[in-house]
Every structure is written in C-alpha cells, then in structure tokens.
C-alpha cells in the first residue's frame, strides 16, 4: 500500500491506474468514513492547501478530490510531501526561561518574535523586518581609502590600526560603526502575558569551558570554569532600572584562584556599556573593591565573567555585590532563584508556538504570526501588556488606549539622509484573544490609527478564518518540496532551516540581518548585512529547497546598492565596474554624490572592507536565483548587471596589476579576516577567495552577455582577463594543499578561505582534472578552523568532492551547536559570540543535506551524489539549476527512477544514475534509451511544464 501511494506521489504510474485507485478510495470513504493517509516509517495524514492537517474528508470532498485529479493528472503540488518527516521536526522544549537556549520563534517574514518566560510570565519580543534606526554619523569617520594611498603606505609597518590617511592628516575614532549601536534594527516592544512583576535573576550568557558553573555558597555564589586557557563564562543580571547619579559606585567583595581573574559589565537596558572593569587578577584572599560608575547613566543589568588564566579548573568567588549613592545601598542578589517556567511546542507545518502553562507560573497560550495579514494572533487567558524594548540615544516610547486597543508609539530620530522613521504596536486585549499589531511609517501616514484599527479587526474576526487562512498559506509553502532521511537529526535540521528562514524573509519585505529577532538594544556587529560571508549564507538554502523566493529581499537590497557599488569603485579604486564593501545597512542612499553627510555617507571598514572577493561574493547569489529560477527580465535587469558590473571592476583591477610569469599577481587585497595589511603586501596578494571570485564572476558574466546577445568586447576582455589569474596558492606539504594568500602558511582560519573555490567559488567541481581535485580534497580534510563561520561553507565542499564521511561530518556540527529549540549556535565551543543571538546565516544548515541529495553545478544534475547510506532518502521537488524540480528516491542502496518537471524549459543534463538510462513523458510508452556522454550525463531538450521519468535501461544490451 505504501509503495503504491508512493508511486502516485511522484508519478510513476499511468494516469488511468492513477484515477482507478482514487476511485478505490472513494469507495473506501463511503463505507468506512477513513481518512486518507500516507506514510513513510508510520501511516501520516494527507494534508491539502488551504486545509488543516487530519481533516476529515466527506464522500463529496473526496469525489471532488478525485475529479481534480483527473483533471490535473493528480498535481503533485497539491499536497505535501513526508508529512510525516516535517511532523517529526517539530521542536519541544522542557522549558521556556531562556531566550537563547529555549525561546521559540515565530514570524510571517516579516514581523516575528522570541517566545520566552520570564518571572513566571511568557513574554514575546516583538521584531518587524523593516524597523531600522539607519542613522549613520559619517562626520566621525576618517576620509575613504584609495587604491593609490594603500600602495603610498606599504612601507613596511602599517600605523593607526590599518586606517588609511591622506599623507599628512590624522584621525583618532571611534569611527561611525564604534561611536553608536546604530545603525542596526531595532526591535519593536515587549509582550508580557501574565500579570507577575519582573524580576531581576542571572541567566548564563557565555560558555566557552568544558566545565561552566554558578554555584550557591553560603556568603554569595561563585563561578567555575575549566577548558582551554583564556576560555571564560559569563552571567548576565537584569533588569535593573537606576541610575549612576542615584547609585554612583559599584562594591564587590570577591576572592578566587590563582588561576582565575574576573571581569564585570554595568550595562544600559539596550546592551550598551555603562561601564567595565576590565581583566582584574582575583586576590587569593577576600577583598572589597570599589568602581565608580560614570554620571548620567541608566543602568539596565550587570554581566559578572570569569576566566581561567591556564586551562585548569579556576574559581571566583563573589561574596558581595551593592551599588552605593545618595540613594542609599542596592544590594544585588548572587542567588540564582528557581522561577515557573513551562513545557512549550512549535508546530512548523501550522506555524504555531503552544505553551502548556504550569500551575502558578507561565499562563497556558498558543501564538501565532499570522501568514496573512502582520499581527500576531495569541490565546491566552491572561491579561496583557505592552512594555517598550530599550534601545540607547533614542527616545522613549508615548503609549496610549483608543477605542479599548492599547498601543505603544516610537519614533527613530533620522539625520542628515536619512529622514528617521515612526512605528506603532497596538495590543487588542479581548479575554482570551490577544491580537498584536506592527506598523510603520514605510506603511501608513498615521501608524498609531492603523495599528489600532488592523488590531481591532483581527480581535473581532472569524478566529477559525484566521487560523484556516494562516495554515493555508503554510500548508503551499511546505507543499513545495520535501525530503525523508534515514538520518532524524540532519532532516528535522532542513525542515527547521526551511521554517527559521520563513519566519524572517519573504518577498517584499526588508532582508533580514544577521540574526533572527532580537535579544538586545544593541546587535553585535549592528545586525547588520556583513558580506564577506554572514548575510549571502542566510539564503543559500532556499534555492534548492525550491524556495527561490525566499531571497528575493536580498536580491533587492543589493540591486539598490548598485548605484553606490559603482561609485565606490570610481571613488576608491579610479575604476569602472561595482565594488562592494563588507558591510552593508538598510536605508542607504543609492546616489553618494547627492547626500549631505559627509564622505558620501558611507562606511567602509580601511581592511577587512577592502577584500576583492567580496564584491563578487555579494552579487553571486543573484546569479544563483537566475539560475535556479529562469527569467529573462530578472537576468536583463539584476542578475546581468550584477555580475557584469563586478567583471569590469576585476578586469580593470587586473589590469593595474604586476605580472609575473605571464600572470597577474593579484593584488593589494586582504584575505577575509586573517593578517590584514602587512609590509609589502606580504600576505596581500593573490588570495584564494580573490581569485575563485574573479574566475566565477568572469564566466557567469561572459554567460550572461552571451545569453542577451550583447556586450560582445566585454566578452572578448573577460575572456583575455580569464588567462592572466593566477594559480591558487599552496604549499608543497606531504600532501600539498592551498592557502589562504601567497607566501602564508596554513593556520586555523576563521573563514575557510583555501576551500573556497570549491564552495561557494563553484569554479573546483567534480569535473576538474583530476589532480586539482585531489588538491582540494587534502585541503578539506586537512583544514584547521575556529569554529566560527565555516561550517555550512566546509559541509558543501565536502559533499561537492565527495568527500567520504561527510554526513557524519555534518552531523556532527550541527549537533555540537545545537540549541534545545532547534536554533544553531554560530560557535561549536562555547564561545561568547553564541550569546549574541539566533544567528540567520546558520538556517542554511538545510544546505548540506540537500547537496547530499542533488547538485547541479555547471548545469549538470547529479542525485544522490554524496548519500553513500546505508540509510534510505527520498526527496521531492528539489530544485536545480535550470529550474528543474527533480524527485527521486534511494532505497536499499538503489536509486529507482529519478522524475525532472521542467519549469522554464532548456536543456536538461543529468548524470545517469545507472549504467544505461532510458526516458519516457508519463503519457509516452515506452522508453527510449540514451546515451552518457565521457562524464555519464545524458542530455534532453524540455519545454517548459515538461515532465519526464528517467529509469534504468533493462532493454539495450
């Protein structure tokens, strides 16, 4: 039975045995009233657009059902693959009472938020993609680098910290991006659904030991740690709510190890520094020891850390901890109290946060995004409230009540280009409904009456509308694709992506940054767009997911930077072309040489902002949706103009370079994020990532033009340019394998940047000679890496070389990273950095598996290519390059048949699984052979709906 419900999934059957057994179910229906279901491990509901999971099918719904499929030929888009396997990666957690490690997000793409408990209420902090304070005071930066200066100062030292001045100037910081937390999203308020007051508690914030403990004592708490030397934990107090000129001194009475030393943050409400001690020495024997705060501050928690100096077990023990002023004494409790917290549940088919409740602590609730319309929907049979989420050097919210709607008003100052922006939050209370809306100044002239007005609607509608509307919009997306592994944790790790991504991003809203909601005032690294790697990842997955669209907020954002990009390379580099730096912000105006601020209102960080490869990096995911989701107008007017742009800036860039050996040496540049400038651009010239960038951006450009029949010269100039890069560089190791720049040995990279030509390069595939492959594969297996940023970039190399032992490589990173609400922690060892927040760009941890499953570099199509088993895997509507979506199944180590629907027509080069290969249209009989080409592909021409099932071919001898 499961087989053959299997097979009318992916079409392998005729249409008429097709219709024969739906009938058969029709009957099945009216005699015994059973629901239809299908299975994989367990039977499992079907589950229909825009119906709820398990509905119950009457004998006409079902007759209705069957006439549509006759007349559709039973559209596998109408219902969702592995039902099951997307049930299974629903997320449970034991508790709710941390943000980090057990708060679940929800969101519609656009407006999302954190579900938490907090003082035995459940709190939600509440984001909307498009709330930016893009403010950016340009006044405090020094004046842009030029390629001409950098050559100036290569004189053997670099001064001032890598900043590039003109000869004879001078400039001390901070520069725009240290001076304030903006710009950088801000969220909108807090939720609270309970009426308990909040209370301040120590929550752990940093883990870098293998050994991390707040331990109760008699007199205070102490910390412990134990790992490598230098590594730290944290814990972080809050809320507090003073102020210095009230409590102007912080006493701490402490002792600890000989190993230890200890560190304290007095942060504002936002996460800004108030004030920091620094590294101090732990004496052996107790000490009192007093800091005075700076005046005028508002202090929102405390963060005690504690450090072991050489790896072995070290202790701080604080005793006592008062702030003292004209106020008085402030004491702060050092005992972790045990608060009610609750079970909770996230659904990811119904996008649907349930919380179980517990007897005096959090209420019971079920909250959702609505997919439709941007309010949150909650049941919840408490009161609720509004509370303004704290942010520095902006002011207070104004709150008020129209009509019984309480709503929350803030509005962001602007500057001298940037006009600033309003959003309101309106709370609709109706017993057990809650309704919660966001909207901007982007949306509506007067935000406070539209959020009310939006807020009141939903609190008065047709909640089993609402709610069927909601899952209908879910239920198409998860009917787009599918996949089952034998492997529990790498498939719920796709889904989860899959539905972490959909929370924050969907066409027409504003991308999102570099993390998921917000924990705090003040985002690291301003939750910004970094370049050199973080935000491009965020959407890597989706392409073949067949979520194309879930990137089209990135492709906007860089196509209105295309202005700006070519006025960066006309302004620092005297050339033609786009150049992108490594940090980008919401808001910036396109035009530079129409704003009022100063150096064109642009921040460019004087190293890591100058990486060649960047450029190419940024525009490369543009290219990828065109290749992935054919459209002539998107590749004439994005994806074209895009990579060209960056082919220019390269071909002019080489042409200013030296040549040795008939080659350009590829230079000044710097290797993201490792050695930075160095005496004569000892470690500046010809990186790795600078050279796959270029040799991907010249022949996606020569494709492009060659696509659109125009450009002809610059073809001809990207060839030539083509033949002057320069060989990767390596050393000549046992085995050999590459580095990072010339003339630098291997070191442990923080971006894995001697792998990169393989992957996201493109440019070092299975079809390469022989000998650069197994260069490649020494390289991958050899790498040594921090930890920080390469897990998703190493776990799709691996799979691209067919690297054995990949899956169990994978596995075991997510694992190491996983969070208990399903999120990935950027750091496999604890590092500070996974206190930051829910980073985006580890979603695309889908990646790796569906690179497993199905690649299509070079056009070519390749199943199973690095699923060795012995585990079965079934997948569904992945989508390739060329915009195929392809089906297929490996079971008992055999793949069967591979089914490849046509979305834009083209040709279609697939790799036979088998021997020999034959293909047939569902309605064409029989199949017709074909034959492999020298690397076993085959070769079909398709129109656009075209479906076709490849099996192996039994009949040719």
Known sequence: MKGFIAAIQIGQIDLAITVFYLLGIVLMGCLAGLRLRHGRRHQHRYRQKGGSMGRKRTVVLTVVFVLAAVSTAVSAKETIPFVEALN????????????????????????????????????????????????????????????KRIKELNRGTWANRGVILPEGSTWEGPDSYHAHPYPCPRACARLILGTRPTLPRWRNIRSQGTRNQWEARKSGAAMIIAGNAGASNGWRCAPFEFSTDDYHTMRLTVSGSKNAQYYVDVMDAAGSVVFATKWQTSPVETQTRLFRLPAGKAVGSVILYTMTLDGKRAENRFEKMHFDGREGTLPVNLHVPSLPTTR?????????????????????????????????????????????????????????????????????????????????????????????????????????????????????????????????????????????????????????????????????????????????????????????????????????????????????????????????????????????PHVLFAYEPPDPSKVKSPVGRQYIHHVWGLTLGVSGFTVQPLWWHYKYEPDRYFLEHTAYPAVRDVAVFYADFIDQCAHQDGRAVLAPSVSPEHWGWTGDFERNRNCTFDIAMARYMFNVAIEGAMTLQRDAELVTRFRRALTLLPDYPSVQAEPPVVVDVEGAPPINYNIVVPTTPVFPGDVVTWQSPAGQRELFRHTIESIQWNGNNSMVMLGVARARLDVPGTLDWMREEVRARLRPNGTLTLNRLGHHFNSFGHYTEQFAASMVLSELLIQSVNDVIRVFPAWTGPGDARFRRLRTQGGFLVSSSFVDGKIDSVEVESTAGGPLRLVSPWPKIAVRSPAEMPSRPLAPDAWGAVEVSTRPGDRLIFKPDLKTR
Request: aromatic share 10%.
């Open 344 to 580: 909770a549940r996230l659904d990811l088919g119904r996008a649907m946060a349930q919380i179980d409740g517990a007897s005096g602590g959090p209420p019971r609730a079920v909250i959702r995004a609505l997919a439709q319309r941007n309010t949150f929907l909650i049941e919840a049979d408490v009161a609720a409230r509004l509370e303004q989420f704290h942010t520095t050097d902006t002011p207070d919210a104004v709150s008020g009540q129209a009509h019984g709607i309480r709503w929350l008003h803030q509005t962001i100052p602007g500057d001298l280009d940037w006009p600033g922006m309003e959003f309101a939050v309106a709370l609709a209370d109706v017993g057990e409904r809650k309704a919660v809306t966001i909207v901007t100044s982007l949306e509506s002239d007067d935000v406070v009456a539209a959020a009310v007005t939006e807020a009141r609607a939903v609190a008065q509608a047709n909640a089993t509308w609402l709610i069927r509307d909601h899952e209908a919009v879910w239920s198409e997306f998860w009917s787009a694709s599918g996949l089952e592994v034998d492997d529990e944790l790498m498939e719920q790790t796709w889904y989860r992506g899959l539905y972490f991504l959909r929370c924050v991003s969907k066409p027409g809203v504003v991308a999102p940054g570099l993390f998921a909601s917000l924990t705090t005032g003040s985002p690291a690294w301003h939750g910004d767009y970094h370049t050199n790697y973080n935000i491009q990842q965020t959407f890597w997955h989706c392409y073949a997911a067949n979520h194309p669209e879930l990137a089209e907020p990135y492709d906007r954002l860089i196509r209105s930077y295309f202005p700006r990009a070519r006025w960066l390379a006309r302004t620092i580099f005297d050339m033609g072309g786009a150049f992108y």
């Open 88 to 147: 299974d990666a629903l997320i449970s957690v034991d508790r709710l009472d941390d943000i980090l490690e057990y708060a679940l997000l929800i969101g519609n793409g656009d407006i999302n938020a954190l579900v938490y408990t907090d003082s035995g209420n459940v709190e939600l902090v509440l984001t909307k993609n498009d709330v930016w304070d893009a403010r950016l005071d340009t006044a405090l930066d020094p004046p842009l680098p030029t390629l």
